[in-house]
Nanobody, 118 residues
């Protein structure tokens, strides 16, 4: 079992920045990758960024050039630095964990709300 707790969300003006954090606990020894998803009201959950166990990264088109995903293995913490935020970035951001041998992300945090005002 893996537990994920996010923090760092909040209200920010357009053009501002936020850094999200996700602390992982439990059995994290078989990590294949971790990711940040977001879900806005009435929209499907979408992958924003992910990072593999060896550090390879993926960004959605909307995140490229503005968001940076990183992790501190010593602290079992995943980060998402978000710059140049736009109102359309408003959503609940969820941290996720994918174990080795699984085909999808199988652990999720509760989410943290990010609201960007215009």
């Amino acid at each position: 079992q893996v537990q994920l707790i996010e923090s760092g969300g909040g209200l920010v003006q357009a053009g501002g920045s936020l850094r999200l954090s996700c602390v992982a606990s439990g059995d994290t020894s078989s990590n294949y990758g971790m990711g940040w998803f977001r879900q806005a009201p009435g929209k499907e959950r979408e992958l924003v960024a992910s990072i593999g166990s060896r550090g390879s990264t993926y960004y959605s088109e909307s995140a490229k050039g503005r968001f940076t995903i990183s992790k501190d293995n010593a602290k079992n913490t995943l980060y998402l630095q978000m710059n140049s935020l736009k109102p359309e970035d408003t959503a609940v951001y969820l941290c996720s964990y994918r174990g080795i041998g699984t085909s999808s992300y199988n652990y999720w945090g509760q989410g943290t709300q990010v609201t960007v005002s215009s």
